[in-house]
């Protein structure tokens, strides 16, 4: 049986990545979104949850996680991320599996996986190509600071623990500059096109 071409999507943050994602939804390709999956393990999956608990039980309530109170324990210990790490990256990697077995099982010619921390997690190793998306400095720092509850600090601490923009397109099979919803979505029908051949 022919297996489903995974492709990886990355970008480090306010490059589009999310945007680019949704696109591929809209084209009706399977994605699976790390972001989602953490939500997912923070809000319903109780090992997880009493794993965290065990260590930052101010950061649990009866709704689960509290990703921005565990963010701010973060950002005042950086060292703690390891232990954080530890905990959920072997349980999104079982979620991960699931979703590409789905895939299999339903013979979907493409899937995408959005990771934020691809070529820094080396998911690479066992994807079949990495999609990069990209912007310039200024437009970047914009869409970010944009956000609600970011400020430098946070932007600065999520940007160190990413690998520079450069260094990713190097390493990428594919990339594609978000420019404007309309571009993304002209470059994305096309390396669809190029990689199974039809939406």
């Known amino acids: 049986m022919k297996k489903t071409f995974i492709l990886g999507l990355t970008g480090s943050i306010g490059m589009g990545k999310t945007t680019t994602a949704e696109i591929f939804r809209d084209l ?3 994605v699976w979104d790390a972001d989602a999956a953490v939500h997912e393990l923070y809000t319903s999956d ?9 260590i930052f ?4 309530s009866s709704a689960g996680v509290d990703r921005n109170l565990l963010s701010n ?8 991320f390891s232990e954080i790490e530890n905990i959920v990256h072997p349980a999104i990697r079982e979620h991960r599996l699931a979703f590409i077995e789905a895939c299999n099982k339903s ?9 934020p921390l691809l070529f820094e ?10 999609l990069v998306v990209t912007t310039d400095q200024e437009n970047q720092r914009k869409r970010v600071m944009s956000r609600s509850g970011m400020n430098e600090k946070i932007f600065n601490m999520i940007s160190e623990r990413q690998m520079p923009d450069h260094e990713k397109k ?9 420019k404007s919803i309309a571009h993304v979505q002209f470059e994305v029908q096309n390396l669809i096109k190029k990689l199974i051949g039809s939406i």
């Open 73 to 80: 324990k973060l950002q005042k210990n950086n060292s703690l």
């Open 121 to 130: 997690t080396n998911a690479n190793d066992w994807l079949d190509a990495v």
């Open 28 to 30: 009706s390709i399977a």
């Open 170 to 178: 190097e390493k990428a099979d594919y990339i594609i500059e978000t």
């Open 57 to 60: 039980p101010e950061c649990v």
């Open 46 to 54: 109780s090992e997880t949850i009493e794993k965290i608990f065990e």
């Open 107 to 115: 013979k979907q010619k493409l899937a995408v996986v959005d990771i």
